[in-house]
């Protein structure tokens, strides 16, 4: 079985806190029977367990196949308006198939396809992935000597159809990114990055006098991000950068964001070299405008190599 490949994989995490009634006996000089009123103990387990089969079909074609199952339970302060105790405890429980494709059809060009499937019986969180399916794929392709296009798109689908919750949870990613380097580089670099993504989010929640109602959120959003490294003729050691990020969201926390920037490494002397940079950031939002703000940073020093 050449072609096979056989993984077994197990990752356990364990954080137990056993010191509460030493930590309450300092901080509040409390006596025996306030303290034993207080002690408490906090924990967390969690274990993952996995298995993945690889095989190679061909020499360009390989393919993936596997089942996760994680398992854990916890124990923590409760909140402040908890009705059951000092304490709150839950468990996690969850089944997952795994599968993907990795395919190289010729040098030049990759793809790569993931996918992986859950269902729970045991969650922490209301938002926690219940019922999910989530999927990526990605491609590289290298056009030229000097060009590198690359692609992503990934979803995820979450479900919770508990009564009193009803979780319908969806997200989305596009995402494409060059990178050119003619020369290798010598006298220019540029890079960029567009990346499209879209979230939906329906769960029940208790309204006012205690209705059922259902909280329901969205946005959509384009980011990206470009620089460029430029050669100052003359000084070969010497370069410039310019560039920056955006990101601009609708739906229901529209937001804006912009960081332009730019950088100059200039040499002075052999191994020692005068670094500045200039870098702005700017941020608002349209229905919390006392959240945004606006700052200019500048920063200059000397860099020294041996």
């Known amino acids: 079985m050449r072609r096979v490949r056989i993984i077994e994989s197990w990752l356990t995490d364990r954080y137990h806190d056993a010191a509460s009634s030493l930590v309450i006996q300092q901080l509040l000089s409390a006596n025996v029977t306030s303290l034993n009123a207080l002690t408490y103990g906090q924990y967390v387990n969690y274990n993952q367990q996995e298995t993945d089969f690889l095989i190679d079909v061909t020499k360009s074609l390989t393919l993936r196949g596997g089942y996760r199952y994680i398992w854990g339970d916890a124990t923590n302060l409760a909140g402040e308006l908890s009705q059951t105790g000092l304490l709150e405890s839950g468990k996690l429980r969850r089944n997952i198939g795994l599968g993907g494709v990795t395919f190289r059809p010729w040098q030049k060009l990759s793809l790569n396809v993931d996918y992986e499937g859950g269902f729970s019986d045991r969650i922490y969180f209301r938002t926690s992935l219940n019922d999910y399916n989530k999927a990526r794929l990605r491609a590289r392709y290298q056009a030229t000597t000097s060009l590198m296009i690359q692609t992503n798109f990934s979803i995820l689908n979450n479900q919770n159809p508990t009564p009193g919750i ?3 949870y969806q997200s989305r990613t596009n995402a494409v990114s060059f ?15 567009y990346n499209r993504s879209t979230v939906r989010s329906d769960i029940l929640y208790l309204g006012l006098f205690l209705a059922p109602a259902i909280s329901s959120y969205r946005d959509n959003a384009h980011s990206a991000t470009s620089a460029i490294d430029l050669a100052i003729p003359r000084w070969p050691e010497a370069k410039v950068t310019v560039g920056g990020s955006l990101f601009i969201s609708s739906g229901s926390r ?53």
């Open 179 to 193: 990178f050119w380097t003619p020369a290798g580089g010598k006298r220019i670099t540029v890079m960029g990055e």
């Open 166 to 168: 009803r979780l319908d």
């Open 254 to 306: 529209p937001t804006q964001y912009y960081q332009p920037l730019a950088r100059l490494s200039f040499p002075i002397v052999h191994h020692v070299y005068w670094n500045t940079e200039w870098r702005y950031y700017g941020f608002s939002e349209a229905f919390y405008l006392w959240e945004g703000f606006r700052t200019n940073a500048f920063q200059t020093g000397l860099r020294v190599t041996q």
